[in-house]
């Protein structure tokens, strides 16, 4: 078999470009405001606003958890497939975005509908958006191995791209919170507000495709190609990739779990809801202060213990959220910053492994498959805002959750319902935390496996 074509080593000469980086993190705005309003907002919205009951919305989010399990492996996949003169990836940001914007305009809206009817349209729209979001961000995520084969340029291009994300997020949410509050209606404020998210998330696409250039590799010919079944076996059998999706399955589950609590933590027990803006925006300035950081020790450090301190940071924060008593907002304001310390660990870490792992099955298989292996990723990240929603969810319905008719009125929780916010936003996540690290610990690919792996391509291509 014709070993297949990869991109030289990153030098000086042929590193990328300012250009190109700031190019590639643009296309991170649409996921970026993905993750934080709907992180944020989403579960109070659909509570408090569009008066779903919250078994309801569980149900929601693990029925589209099980389209999920089918559709991004398998548009991951389709983008290995794809062959255009624009490359394999980026064809897809072309015409998934304008889908993917207009689904996400159509989940804020609340329509007169019985509950009923309210559930089908919130159902129906949430399959449809998570398939836009799939059509879009698996082939945005599976570009990154494909712009540089460096170990350390990989960890500073999704350095880039997650401060885009992060930047863009606190933007959006500045946004988002200002058009909220120029209505008097709830309804027409998200209504407005989703239609200028649904513009960026379609400009920050065709933005990408116009200013990105992928690598064409040569090795895409049917008969050496193992099936989608095969490869997904193939994918399943890589033994640092299945540790790389449990580090970031937990990382993202934990992120998602206190994202969507903390708007009704902060509602129903700790107070202070109009300042809430600010909880959010202290969390994502610190973790774009400490995205740089981290960058930038993991050159010195490597990623393993980058991941050990981030994360041991978090946890103690995580479990200081438990003890915060109603009326302490500045302290909660204060566990924010410091959060931000270990969620940029959260995004930087798995998602710069991810590339090297990559690379080690195209040595032991000869194939390039990004799609499959980005697929799988952004179906965890998928996994881990569902689960988190589900699972808090259920638990809320069962402690006797109340829905709240006016937000100038707000009901009184039963103490089990509280109880259930303060746990998941504090030792739900410092338990998952923890889990992780025995799992990083043993990750085998480092730098100088790294380098190895790099040497023996080199060595096929000659």
């Given at each position: 078999?014709?070993?297949?074509?990869?991109?030289?080593?990153?030098?000086?000469?042929?590193?990328?470009?300012?250009?190109?980086?700031?190019?590639?993190?643009?296309?991170?705005?649409?996921?970026?405001?993905?993750?934080?309003?709907?992180?944020?907002f989403l579960n109070a919205f659909l509570l408090d606003v569009a008066g779903i009951r919250p078994a309801a919305a569980g149900i929601i989010f693990l029925i589209v958890k099980i389209w999920d399990s089918v559709n991004d492996p398998l548009i991951g996949r389709l983008t290995d497939k794809t062959n255009t003169r624009w490359g394999r990836r980026r064809p897809w940001l072309l015409f998934g975005a304008v889908p993917f914007g207009l689904a996400w305009f159509l989940q804020w809206l609340v329509p007169d509908l019985s509950d009923t009817g309210l559930f089908w349209y919130y159902l129906v729209v949430a399959l449809l958006l998570d398939t836009g979001f799939t059509a879009v961000n698996v082939p945005y995520t599976a570009l990154t191995p494909e712009l540089s084969q460096d170990y350390d340029e990989r960890t500073s291009l999704n350095s880039f791209r997650f401060s885009f994300s992060i930047l863009g997020g606190l933007i959006a949410l500045a946004v988002h919170n200002v058009l909220i509050g120029l209505f008097p209606s709830v309804t027409t404020g998200y209504a407005v507000s989703a239609a200028v998210m649904g513009g960026v998330i379609v400009l920050s696409n065709f933005i990408t495709f116009a200013y990105t250039e992928e690598h064409h590799f040569k090795d895409h010919t049917a008969e050496n190609d193992p099936g989608f079944v095969e490869g997904v076996k193939i994918a399943l059998r890589n033994r640092p990739f299945l540790y790389v999706v449990a580090i970031y399955l937990m990382s993202w589950l934990c992120i998602q779990f206190v994202q969507a609590n903390m708007l009704l933590y902060v509602r129903y027990w700790v107070g202070g809801e109009d300042q809430f803006i600010q909880l959010a925006f202290a969390l994502q300035i610190s973790a774009f202060i400490f995205l740089i950081v981290w960058s930038r020790l993991s050159q010195k450090w490597g990623k393993q213990k980058v991941y050990f301190v981030g994360m041991s940071f978090w946890i103690a924060v995580e479990i200081a959220l438990f003890f915060v008593q109603p009326g302490q907002f500045t302290v909660l304001l204060v566990l924010a910053m410091l959060a931000g310390v270990g969620v940029s660990v959260g995004y930087l870490i798995p998602w710069s492994m991810l590339p090297d792992v990559v690379e080690l099955d195209e040595l032991e298989t000869g194939q390039r498959r990004e799609g499959i292996y980005y697929g799988f990723f952004v179906f965890l990240q998928k996994l881990g805002i569902s689960l988190g929603l589900a699972l808090s969810n259920f638990a809320l319905e069962a402690a006797g959750y109340i829905n709240a008719e006016d937000l100038t009125n707000l009901p009184q929780q039963p103490t089990a319902v509280l109880t259930a916010l303060r746990i998941f936003v504090s030792l739900v996540p410092a338990v998952i935390l923890l889990l992780s690290f025995p799992i990083v610990y043993r990750y085998p690919i480092t730098r100088e496996k790294h380098a190895e792996i790099l040497a023996a391509l080199a060595a096929r291509r000659k």
């Open positions: 078999m014709a070993a297949p074509a990869v991109p030289p080593p990153a030098t000086p000469a042929n590193r990328l470009s300012f250009g190109r980086k700031l190019a590639f993190g643009v296309g991170d705005l649409g996921s970026a405001l993905v993750a934080a309003i709907q992180g944020f």
